[in-house]
């Protein structure tokens, strides 16, 4: 529900603003308790739309990429097949998906619905995955 909340929010402001056509925008839910990872959704320029978990990565970081990649068949399972496990950046290690829209920001409204689930179910499965490896990380 308040995914979906801020959605409605996200999108009336960005109708309002009348972006051109090739815009790309990054929205961040609600700050995890979990330092360096966020959920977000990046409305792309090539007419999609990421729903990703982005984990910023410490100087010595490959630990948690290999924490989360040891349980890619269970994210996999879970979040679907759509769903791409690796670096999106230097600094950055992502759980994310690409999903197709028009592009079209009167089209948007029929997205909210699907990408509030989307986005709430992420947060459902993938939050307690964060918490274990901060968790574990703290204990050495």
């Keep these: 529900m308040l995914v979906r909340e801020r959605l409605e929010e996200d999108f009336n402001t960005i109708?309002?603003?009348k972006p051109k056509k090739d815009w790309g925008k990054w929205f961040y839910f609600p700050k995890t308790p979990y330092e360096g990872k966020d959920f977000n959704l990046y409305f792309r320029k090539?007419?999609?739309?990421?729903?990703?978990?982005?984990?910023?990565?410490?100087?010595?970081?490959?630990e948690i990429c290999d924490f989360f990649q040891q349980r890619a068949k269970e994210i996999e399972h879970k979040l679907g097949s759509g769903v791409k496990l690796g670096k999106t950046g230097e600094k950055t290690f992502s759980i994310y998906e690409?999903?197709?829209w028009?592009?079209?920001?009167?089209d948007v409204e029929g997205l909210i619905e699907p990408i509030a689930e989307?986005?709430?179910?992420?947060?459902?499965?993938?939050?307690?995955?964060?918490?274990?490896?901060?968790?574990?990380d703290r204990k050495g």
Aim: aromatic fraction near 8%.
């Design 15 to 17: 109708k309002a603003s």
């Design 46 to 62: 090539n007419n999609t739309i990421r729903v990703s978990l982005a984990i910023n990565i410490p100087i010595n970081g490959e």
């Design 98 to 100: 690409d999903i197709s």
């Design 102 to 106: 028009s592009g079209n920001l009167d």
């Design 118 to 136: 989307r986005v709430a179910t992420y947060i459902s499965f993938l939050y307690p995955m964060a918490r274990e490896y901060d968790e574990k």
